[in-house]
């Protein structure tokens, strides 16, 4: 009876002490069907204002700072935080696109609809992830060397890659042109064969000292694009319907829709400004001659047919420099130009090439006044032979004499004499014969 009481006292005095001694309690393994209701106050997710670098997938996170509505994160894969919808709180499409630098790593871009001319595209979440895989090892390739990552990055054949932290090949840290392999492999123009490399001692696309501006936008395809600097030499990957390019002048693309821009810094993501235009349109008004048309998302711009007339006259003002042309051609035809054609002080100026002539310089017909409200059509081309002094008149010079036939039929020609031997001036004829002949005249 004795050691019985004992017993139950020794208990009593071991379950006291375990219930001093735990004064929490795990409720993942210690807990049954848990019921807040009566609770003051409960906080089920992790707060703040930067999203933690590292979260596991199905994960929580409360960002204070951003919109009422859009505050709630959701770790969708290994370190990746994707905002969740706002649902019935977004009373308008002001969420739409909105651009949030969710860590020193990563930006996230939520969802939404923009519009390029005619053309309505919807896109999902997308976020941008800066990478810095490890260089697990090199290759000597001559003068040459192969470089492998680990996890693959995204880069492109042509890129500028930043590497940093190579030990045993120091000389390999910089900032470097690139051919790509593979997704995990890339050639740059460094001699590794007098070194030996740390594995996994250094990383590519890091640059503690990268700066610059990167550029977020929509394209006319509907595609998120992020232009970012090649001077920074980061490996930047993308979630999404959604490309990025390295370039040596990052901007917005003319015809895109812009986002936003994000400043670098210590070659991580800094601040960003918003460039989403809500409620702003830019007018386009066709002017004098200029007809447009939307297709596809984009405006095309033509000459006005109606205006720049290719069927019935035009009427140009100012100077029309053609000097530069490698040709320019007039209206031509068979026969005579019409006497319509040159009826009026509206006509004076037209020229007309006679197709269909058999003889040099007859071709060429310009409409002239000839009179008092009388116009026609003048042969512009005064022949090999005549020439127009300053003075007036048509003066015929003295050249080989050709012979005369059916084709020169009513030529004038004028002979020089030598000294003593008077000068002569010569028809080509025919007489009753039919034959032809030049006939002195004086």
């Excluded at 735990?22 to 393994?29: K, N, S, Y």
């Excluded at 770790?75 to 019935?88: I, K, V």
């Excluded at 349109?281 to 297709?295: E, K, M, Q, R, W």
């Excluded at 116009?375 to 003066?395: C, R, T």
């Amino acid at each position: 009876m004795k050691s019985l009481f004992v017993a139950r006292a020794f208990m009593a005095v071991l379950v006291a002490g375990f219930a001093t001694g735990q004064t929490r309690v795990d409720l993942r393994t210690q807990s049954k069907s848990i019921d807040f209701s009566a609770a003051t106050t409960t906080k089920p997710f992790k707060s703040g204002t930067v999203l933690p670098a590292v979260c596991g997938v199905g994960e929580g996170f409360f960002k204070s700072d951003a919109s009422p509505g859009s505050n709630w994160y959701a770790c969708t894969a290994e370190n990746t935080w994707t905002a969740q919808a706002g649902g019935a709180t977004q009373m308008s499409q002001f969420g739409d696109l909105k651009l949030t630098v969710a860590s020193p790593l990563q930006l996230t871009v939520a969802g939404g609809t923009y519009r390029i001319g005619t053309t309505t595209f919807t896109v999902p979440s997308t976020s941008y992830l800066i990478q810095q895989p490890v260089i697990t090892s090199i290759t000597a390739n001559g003068t040459a060397t192969t470089v492998t990552l680990q996890p693959a990055g995204t880069f492109h054949n042509g890129d500028s890659l930043n590497i940093q932290g190579a030990a045993g090949c120091t000389a390999m840290n910089g900032l470097w042109l690139i051919t790509q392999i593979s997704a995990t492999q890339f050639s740059l123009p460094f001699d590794s064969r007098s070194c030996t490399y740390t594995a996994n001692s250094a990383s590519a696309g890091v640059n503690s000292n990268a700066t610059g501006t990167v550029f977020l936008y929509g394209n006319s395809t509907g595609t998120m694009t992020l232009e970012h600097p090649s001077s920074a030499g980061l490996i930047i990957s993308c979630a999404g319907p959604c490309v990025t390019r390295q370039t040596t002048s990052p901007s917005f693309q003319s015809g895109g829709v812009p986002l936003a821009s994000i400043t670098l810094l210590q070659g991580r993501w800094n601040a960003a400004t918003d460039a989403r235009a809500f409620l702003s349109n830019l007018a386009f008004v066709d002017g004098i001659g200029i007809t447009s048309t939307d297709f596809g998302g984009i405006r095309a711009v033509s000459v006005d047919a109606s205006v720049a007339r290719t069927t019935i006259p035009n009427i140009w003002t100012g100077d029309n420099d053609f000097s530069s042309a490698p040709s320019v051609t007039i209206r031509r035809g068979v026969g005579m130009p019409t006497s319509e054609a040159c009826s009026s002080a509206a006509h004076v100026g037209r020229l007309y090439e006679r197709a269909d002539t058999q003889g040099p310089n007859a071709s060429l017909y310009v409409c002239s006044q000839t009179g008092a409200g009388v116009f026609g059509w003048e042969l512009a081309q005064l022949g090999g032979g005549l020439v127009s002094p300053a003075s007036g008149g048509l003066q015929i010079r003295s050249a080989k004499q050709p012979s005369c036939e059916a084709s020169r039929r009513g030529t004038f020609f004028y002979v020089a004499g030598a000294p003593g031997v008077k000068d002569s001036v010569q028809v080509c004829a025919k007489d009753a014969g039919e034959v032809f002949a030049w006939r002195v005249i004086y």
